[in-house]
Structures are given as structure tokens and as C-alpha cells.
């Protein structure tokens, strides 16, 4: 005696909701790193002689595929590397803007589930 359970809908659901959930959230840290973007450009602490350091802030959405997903705050010019080190930390931009606006990045994940997105 026993029981018997037929599980494959469960699981195709559970794939399909793991799958929504995910694009969901790349689309929601793809809206935020644009907003992040704009931010260091706006409040960047240094005075702009070229613009090229200005210009060559960039968020990046990372997906590892092992169910680790984030941003990531770069330079693209050669010298960002000093703006964010030198000087006493005087010019950084990055880690004060993770530092400031990553919570509210992260309390914003915390709503997708509940967004009626799906």
C-alpha cells in the first residue's frame, strides 16, 4: 500500500515561476543600474577637464547563473582606478553610491513577488 503523487505540474510551475522571477529581476536591477548611472554622473566629486571620465561610468546587471545576480559599478577610463583611491578617497564615486543607494536597491527586490507581475 501506498500513496502516489504526480508531481510534473508542481515542478513545471515551479520552473516557469524561478524563470519569471529572474527576468523580473534583471529587469528591475537593469532599471536601477540606469538610475545608478545617472547618479554618479550627476554627484561625481570631481571637475570635469576632458568629460571622459564622466561619461565612462557604467552599471552592469551580472548574472552568474548560479542564482547570484547584481550590479556592477565601473570606470571605463584608464585613471578611474586613481579617482577612486588617490587622493584621500576625495574623488571616488563608486563605493559611496553602492554604499548610499545599494539599500534601496535591494528593498526595491523585495517587492517584485508582490507586484501582481506575473
Do not use: C
Request: charged content about 25%; proline content about 3%.
Amino acid at each position: 500500500m501506498g500513496i502516489s503523487v504526480e508531481i510534473s505540474e508542481v515542478v513545471t510551475g515551479l520552473y516557469n515561476f524561478r524563470f519569471k522571477t529572474k527576468q523580473r529581476m534583471q529587469a528591475y536591477l537593469q532599471e536601477q543600474s540606469e538610475e545608478l548611472v545617472n547618479y554618479m554622473k550627476r554627484t561625481a566629486p570631481w571637475n570635469d577637464r576632458t568629460g571622459n571620465a564622466r561619461r565612462g561610468l557604467k552599471a552592469e546587471v551580472m548574472d552568474s547563473n548560479d542564482n547570484v545576480i547584481g550590479i556592477s559599478l565601473q570606470h571605463t577610463v584608464e585613471y578611474g582606478v586613481y579617482l577612486e583611491y588617490a587622493m584621500e578617497l576625495r574623488f571616488a564615486i563608486l563605493e559611496p553610491t553602492a554604499r548610499l543607494k545599494g539599500p534601496d536597491v535591494v528593498r526595491g527586490m523585495q517587492g517584485i513577488l508582490n507586484r501582481g507581475w506575473f
